[in-house]
């Protein structure tokens, strides 16, 4: 038997249990009910990465009639900056693993240090970016929006002025081209598939000013029943159980929360698939498995 049913983010006792905090939206299929690590562990398979997971920022949208996060760079933008629960910035806006920054704990095993988390800009990027405004039309509520800073601030409950003094040092790396804090102009997006555009400093000036959340999405958690190089999944005694393979994100991911690229989810999916599949195809011949750094 393989085991790939996806990770447990839709399975509410397990996300409360290894997750126990706010979150904006899931973004993946909600059959992803942690079948396969319920089954793991009646047999006593030994199981590892609990607290990991691949998170993102996402807009609010529906699918097949439930909430769901759609999962785009929308933070690519050049009048934008990200800031933290108390009103400073917290990183180059244009960092592609951004759910590192998000994860950060307090402590180990504790919460995220940084959130309540908010995209800031001005009404400038409504027009810039049609896809949240239409999110906004359609989820009332969901953008908060001021005439000035100071009314922003006190709207998102957040340290008196620390985000005025977080967007006027914004506005002057703006003003001189050097992002003094992040060098966040030297930086590439590949959000425009092949297309690289440098990214742009532009200031956030114009009100009414606004916030989007940008809390934890989740497009996979981590964690799973540890398998050796074949893909056979571990027992808690070190054995391998006989039978028994796993792959992707029902596995405990090697790659963890790091997100590497585009198809961070897929690329170890077909990789533990082929890995599993060619080991049951030695084994239907009858021949041990080979490592698949001697496959010729």
Not at 66 to 91: A, C, D, M, W
Not at 198 to 219: D, E, K
Request: with cysteine.
């Amino acid at each position: 038997m393989v085991l790939a049913s996806g990770g447990f983010e839709w399975d509410a006792m397990r996300r409360s249990r290894h997750f126990p905090w706010p979150f904006d939206y899931i973004s993946s299929p909600h059959t992803n009910e942690g079948d396969a690590h319920r089954m793991a562990e009646a047999i006593g398979a030994r199981l590892a990465h609990m607290d990991q997971a691949l998170i993102t920022g996402a807009l609010p949208a529906l699918y097949e009639g439930q909430r769901y996060g759609l999962s785009v760079f929308f933070q690519y933008e050049h009048n934008v900056i990200l800031v933290n629960r108390h009103g400073e910035r917290l990183t180059n806006e244009f960092t592609f693993n951004l759910g590192e920054m998000l994860d950060e704990r307090e402590y180990p095993q504790g919460p995220p240090a940084h959130l309540p988390a908010w995209l800031i800009s001005d009404v400038r990027l409504l027009w810039r970016a049609p896809l949240v405004l239409a999110c906004a039309v359609r989820n009332p509520g969901w953008l908060r929006r001021a005439a000035t800073l100071e009314a922003l601030t006190q709207r998102l409950g957040l340290p008196s002025e620390s985000l005025t003094r977080s967007v006027a040092r914004f506005n002057q790396f703006c003003r001189q081209g050097v992002d003094e804090d992040f060098h966040r102009e030297q930086s590439v997006s590949h959000a425009n598939g092949d297309r690289r555009f440098h990214v742009g400093l532009r200031a956030i000036q114009r009100g009414p000013f606004i916030a989007v959340p940008f809390n934890s999405t989740y497009l996979a958690t981590k964690w799973g029943p540890r398998t050796d190089e074949f893909g056979r999944v571990v027992h808690q005694n070190g054995a391998v159980i006989p039978g028994l393979f796993c792959a992707g994100v029902a596995m405990a991911n090697p790659i963890g929360s790091r997100a590497v690229g585009a198809g961070t989810t897929l690329g170890p999916n077909l990789t533990w698939g082929y890995i599993c599949g060619r080991t049951l195809a030695q084994q239907a011949r009858g021949k041990p498995p080979i490592p698949l750094a001697e496959e010729t």
